[in-house]
Structure formats: structure tokens, C-alpha cells
């Protein structure tokens, strides 16, 4: 009636003959990522040791990583730990239970610790749609594309990504980064997934699709600089004022344009406030996160 020790499988075999029936294409300003139950209690099930979770793990560090430089909010599900019986519900007759508070065992795994921008829905049901306000969050701001990893994958991924097609949200599984109890049950999930309501990629096959953004540094604004002032990169003072600096507004335009061609983006009149480039680079690291405190601001 509880989740069962989960024994070692081959990753690879689980991403066999999946083709997607669809062509569909993430767009970050549109998309979500949802972690999915990435708590100790889960997580414990597999075998410490074993490559199948260090290789999960590991990619969804590193998939986190690649949303947040492309301003892609991230969301967490996890399950409260003892919840009321009436509460679980039926839940209770498949698995038990559920989660006692003890042993840190409702907290998300260490390697994938929440961040203050990061969201956290609390988890009722298979699904992360089920009393959460989810859906109406994504809606109101605008996105409906929903990027999802964690375990397990026949389970709560499965049941979540039928969930956001049913909502006119489009699923997107990153099959290296969920796990399950076996490799039947995995490939399983996503095949159907793949075949009725969504498109399944592996990791690296979501990074091909959008090309990392150049990262913004004081350095490269200081390099920038330099080069539409003719002179060594080590003569610029990152806090000089403009005026002394040589940087007059044509020469500005000039750097906002290429900025923005790197992906930077940035408001102009916020960018016109500063007087010098660590300012304009402060403003810069700002506009960056905006998506994530715009979409976390949807839930205060």
C-alpha cells in the first residue's frame, strides 16, 4: 500500500521510441517550470547510490539553471506532511498514510532548495492543477506553456501534464530529468504523454531549441563600452560618470541597441537614470528577473 524501493534502471532505455504527434516550440516569455515532488520522502525511495536519481538530480540543477537565465519562473509542488485523513482521502487506500512532518522528510532535496523567487504549491492530488490556483496564475500572466520534471513519472507528471492540456496549457516533459518506479512504467508515460497531450524532449534537445542568452556582466558592458569609445578596456572605470567617461547619448543608443540584440533587453527609461556603466549593469541584472518577480507577485 506505500511506495515500493525503487531498483536501478537504465535512463536510456526509458527514452527509447518516443516521437512527439505535435511540433509545438517553447517560448520562455510563455512558459513555466514545475518541479515536481522533488521532496526527501520521495526521493528516498531510490537508492542513494545509484546513477538513476544522481543523473535525474543533476539534470534538473542544471534545467533550473537554463529557465532562470531565460527569466522562466520557476514552481515547486510538495506535499504537506501530516495531512489531515479527510483531507488525503482517497489517497489513502492506494498509498497509505502519506508524509509524517519528521526527518525533513516533506522539505524539497538539498541540491534543489526553493529560492525566494521560486514558488512552492502545496500538493493534494496526482495532479499539481488540483486545489492549487495554478492554472489561474499561468493564465493571468500570460503563459501557457508548462516545462515539467521530477518523479514520479506514470504518476503526478503524467496526471499534471494531462491536467495542463485539458486547460489549453501545453505540457512539455523533459524525459532525463523525471524518474518512476521502473523503466516500463517511464517509457510509458512518456509515450502517452508524447502521443495525447504533449511533447516529451530530452534535455538537451530543449536547449537546441533556444540558444542561452549572452550573460550580463559588468565585464562585457565595460568591453562594449571601450570599443564605441576607441580606447583599452582597462582605461574604463566601470564608476566614472558619463560625462568624464565619453559617453555621450549617441554613444549610449549605440550600447542599448547592441544590449538589447544580446538578449539584455532593459527599460530605457530606467537605463537613461543611470550615470554610470555598474549602474546601467544593475539596472540590466534587474530587468533580467523581472518575469520572476512579476509571476511570484501573482500569488502575495
Known sequence: MSIPKITQYPLSGALNNIENKTTWKIDPKKSILLIHDMQNYFVNFYDDNGELIKTIVNNIVELKKWCVLHA??????????????????LLTDFWGKGLDGSDNKPDIIDQLKPTDNDVVLNKWRYSAFKKSNLEQTMKQSGRDQLIVCGIYAHIGVLSTALD???????????????????????????????????????LEQLKKQIPSKNKVSLEAICN?????????????????????????????????????????????????????????????????????????????
Not at 74 to 85: E, H, I, K, M
Open 72 to 89: 522562466i519562473p520557476v514552481f515547486y509542488t510538495a506535499q504537506p506532511g501530516n495531512q489531515d485523513q479527510k483531507e488525503r482521502a
Open 164 to 202: 495542463a492540456f485539458m486547460y489549453d496549457i501545453k505540457p512539455f516533459v523533459i524525459a532525463d530529468a523525471v524518474a518512476d518506479f521502473t523503466q516500463e512504467e517511464h517509457t510509458m508515460a512518456m509515450q502517452y504523454i508524447s502521443k495525447r497531450c504533449g511533447n516529451v524532449y530530452t
Open 224 to 300: 562594449d563600452a571601450a570599443v564605441v569609445l576607441s580606447m583599452p578596456v582597462d582605461e574604463v572605470d566601470a564608476d566614472e560618470e558619463f560625462m568624464y567617461l565619453g559617453l555621450d547619448s549617441i554613444r549610449m543608443m549605440t550600447l542599448i541597441q547592441q544590449w538589447n540584440e544580446k538578449g539584455w533587453g532593459g527599460d530605457f527609461s530606467q537605463l537613461a537614470q543611470a550615470a554610470t556603466l555598474r549602474e546601467l549593469y544593475n539596472v540590466l541584472v534587474a530587468q533580467a528577473s523581472i518575469d520572476h518577480d512579476e509571476i511570484h507577485s501573482e500569488l502575495a
